[in-house]
């Protein structure tokens, strides 16, 4: 007599089931409901509007993307990796391969910005595409989209998709690590799906350095899950692609220690005691909750969110942490485990910005839409209903479905926050320093420094990359010192010609650092180009 063939049921969260379920094995299930890839082409062809209205074809005033771009010009040109805009073009071993790697392939067609900046925006368009194909795995079609929607919208990902930074390649690979492991997890009798992964998974850490807290989580989930094998393969082939390119690169030692530095600005400090680190945990966690989580959900411009974006940002947080806690004993489990590295890494780190979040970005939507959905289904009244209902989620939290209603309020809250973050995205241009005075008498300086000095000379500035990208000429930081004669002996073995003297807004580090450099040794500098509001110069300097 022929076996009765057992039927699979989804996994996915918001799909009502028909029948008791089991409780998740940790295993996403082959059989569940594809939704429509219309509407999330849609939202795509959104995004890329959105992304077209922002574009700007300038670097941003971020020194790194000028940094990446530089890189990967080298690379095409067979220069090595190089940072061809400082003195002696020294090979480079702070910033990841990959980024500049994509770079410079754009580079064989168009030696300019403009291309690389066009791939990056779509490579913003395929991670809205990758969250598809992701967390379909995992959500119903009804949550899936308001998810999509969130995640095309995001103002916060959108900053990082227009400039020339790590962010969003990085992203992408883990975001595509992450679905071929589900796949293979799918369907283990085929070997070339956990190859795939496995390779993919050693990626990100090559596409910036903290990636390494995802091969953490990757290497902790598999042995959670006895998956002994792909733990060590995985280990094994992170340490070792990590040391072949530790191998080709000067040592890079100086970057793996600022996290332990008292300032990352004046590392004469020197390093952090047990006691400054504690200090600075509590002082990262008061800052990611009170400002930097709020603006990375809901962007704004000031300082400090208004009363409504910060009870709205507060909604989600609380939303996206009840999320991410009922994710830890499902098949996301390994999302819960690399958001909890990841954060507890930033939050060690010595400059807090949310640059660091972006990365974060469609999992802590994830964990968002997951969280209001168990929020809505939890019935407030009766005591007893509230209890069953708890135990519920605890067994299998799919069991349940939200009414039509329920579903009207989780649309409401997504309209609310896709709003917001499209109203940044239309108000607020993407790269606005470039028009402020401090920044224009930047620039100023670097077009007077290349019409009136040799194309040997040296520059030291406060952004050697981007003052390399308008004046032709290479360039070096000031050391981080106090030390005057540190400094000026520093200056003359780079053989430096001129010395820019900005007044920028946002930094206070060349008034801190060159100015008593000046003043102690006037008869080494002078003068030769002056700008006003604000104060900035152009200094020659007598390296004799």
Not at 13 to 18: E, L
Not at 173 to 200: D, V
Not at 274 to 287: M, S, Y
Not at 399 to 423: D, P
């Amino acid at each position: 007599m022929a076996k009765k063939k057992k039927s699979r049921k989804s996994n996915r969260i918001g799909q009502p089931q028909s029948s008791p379920s089991r409780r998740f094995s940790g295993t996403p299930l082959l059989v569940f409901e594809n939704p429509s890839g219309a509407v999330t082409k849609l939202l795509i062809v959104l995004q890329l509007l959105l992304l077209a209205y922002q574009f700007t074809p300038q670097l941003s005033t971020n020194g790194d993307n000028a940094v990446y771009y530089f890189l990967g010009k080298s690379l095409a040109k067979g220069t090595g990796y190089r940072n061809i805009c400082l003195v002696n073009k020294p090979i480079e071993s702070t910033y990841p391969v990959l980024t500049p790697l994509f770079i410079s392939l754009s580079q064989f067609f168009a030696p300019t910005p403009l291309l690389p900046k066009i791939l990056m925006a779509f490579l913003g368009a395929l991670v809205t595409l990758m969250c598809y194909y992701l967390f379909k795995s995992y959500l119903s079609f009804q949550l899936l989209t308001p998810l999509l929607l969130l995640t095309a919208a995001s103002g916060l990902m959108a900053d990082y998709q227009l400039i020339l930074m790590s962010e969003t390649p990085y992203l992408l690979l883990t975001l595509c690590a992450l679905f071929a492991r589900c796949k293979s997890i799918e369907a283990p009798e085929n070997r070339i799906f956990f190859w795939i992964a496995l390779t993919l998974s050693v990626l990100p850490v090559h596409a910036r350095s903290i990636g390494i807290v995802f091969s953490a989580a990757w290497i902790t989930d598999e042995l959670l899950q006895k998956r002994y094998k792909s733990a060590i393969l995985h280990a094994l082939l992170v340490g070792t692609t990590i040391l072949l390119f530790r191998s080709l690169v000067p040592d890079s030692s100086a970057y793996a220690n600022s996290p332990f530095l008292k300032n990352a600005y004046d590392p004469e400090m020197g390093y952090i005691t047990f006691h400054d680190l504690k200090t600075r945990i509590i002082t990262n966690i008061k800052v990611h909750l009170t400002t930097l989580f709020p603006r990375s959900f809901i962007p704004f411009t000031s300082s400090k969110p208004g009363a409504f974006q910060m009870f709205v940002a507060a909604g989600m947080m609380i939303a996206s942490f009840v999320g991410w806690f009922f994710c830890f004993r499902r098949t996301a489990r390994i999302f819960s485990i690399y958001v909890l590295f990841y954060t507890g890494l930033i939050c060690i780190w010595p400059i807090a910005n949310d640059r660091r979040i972006c990365p974060l970005m469609p999992f802590l939507l994830f964990f968002f839409i997951t969280g209001l959905t168990i929020i809505l289904r939890i019935p407030l009244l009766p005591e007893k209903r509230f209890v069953s209902t708890l135990k519920k989620l605890s067994a299998g939290f799919n069991r349940l479905h939200l009414t039509k209603a329920k579903y009207g309020i989780l649309w409401i809250c997504v309209a609310i926050i896709f709003t917001m973050n499209v109203h940044y995205r239309i108000r607020n241009p993407l790269s606005p320093r470039h028009g402020t005075p401090d920044w224009k008498n930047f620039y100023s300086c670097a077009d007077w420094i290349r019409n009136n000095t040799p194309e040997n000379s040296v520059i030291v500035n406060r952004k050697p990359e981007l003052f390399y990208l308008r004046s032709h000429r290479a360039g070096c930081m000031y050391l981080y010192s106090h030390d005057v004669d540190k400094i000026i002996q520093d200056m003359k073995r780079k053989n430096v010609t001129h010395v820019v003297y900005d007044n920028f807004a946002w930094t206070r580090t060349t008034a801190k650092y060159l100015y008593p450099v000046i003043a102690s040794h006037p008869e080494l500098f002078d003068v030769v180009y002056a700008l006003k509001n604000p104060d900035t110069f152009v200094l020659a300097f007598r390296n004799k």
